[in-house]
């Protein structure tokens, strides 16, 4: 099952993982036209490639462990850290310990339903 839109009760047992990329798989948790919240799954290895977008981001580590690139700076995070990323800064991740991040995002990211 999919998530829509305004959906008020969001069960994550029943949503569908997508895949978004080697080694990792998204789940759009809930969102509105002006917020999302998106589960990604990582893979050990697994690598979220350097991008940019039109949105606020701040992605929260529920477990794991990650390598992250937000602009100039270069990281290591793990489970209860917390990162900013507002529209338009480069930022990427490498997974060095199996994981799962927590994203959301202001306004919605369409590209992902």
Same mark, same amino acid.
Not at 36 to 56: D, I, Q, R, W
């Given at each position: 099952?999919?998530?829509?839109?305004? &959906? $008020?009760?969001?069960?994550?047992?029943?949503?569908?993982?997508?895949?978004? /990329? =080697?080694?990792?798989?998204?789940?759009?948790? *809930?969102?509105?036209?002006?917020?999302?919240?998106?589960?990604?799954?990582?893979?050990?290895?697994?690598?979220?490639?350097?991008?940019?977008?039109?949105?606020? &981001? $701040?992605?929260?580590?529920?477990?794991?462990?990650?390598?992250?690139?937000? /602009? =100039?700076?270069?990281?290591?995070?793990?489970? *209860?850290?917390?990162?900013?990323?507002?529209?338009?800064?480069?930022?990427?991740?490498?997974?060095?310990?199996?994981?799962?991040?927590?994203?959301?995002?202001?306004?919605?990211?369409?590209?992902?339903?």
């Amino acid at each position: 099952m999919k998530t829509t839109k305004d &959906q $008020i009760w969001v069960h994550g047992i029943e949503i569908d993982k997508t895949p978004a /990329g =080697d080694g990792v798989e998204r789940i759009v948790k *809930s969102y509105t036209d002006e917020l999302m919240v998106v589960e990604n799954h990582f893979k050990k290895g697994a690598v979220g490639a350097l991008h940019s977008h039109p949105h606020t &981001q $701040i992605t929260y580590v529920v477990s794991g462990k990650f390598e992250f690139s937000i /602009g =100039d700076e270069k990281r290591i995070v793990e489970a *209860s850290d917390t990162m900013l990323k507002k529209d338009g800064i480069i930022h990427g991740c490498t997974c060095l310990e199996e994981g799962i991040l927590l994203d959301i995002f202001s306004p919605m990211r369409e590209d992902f339903v």
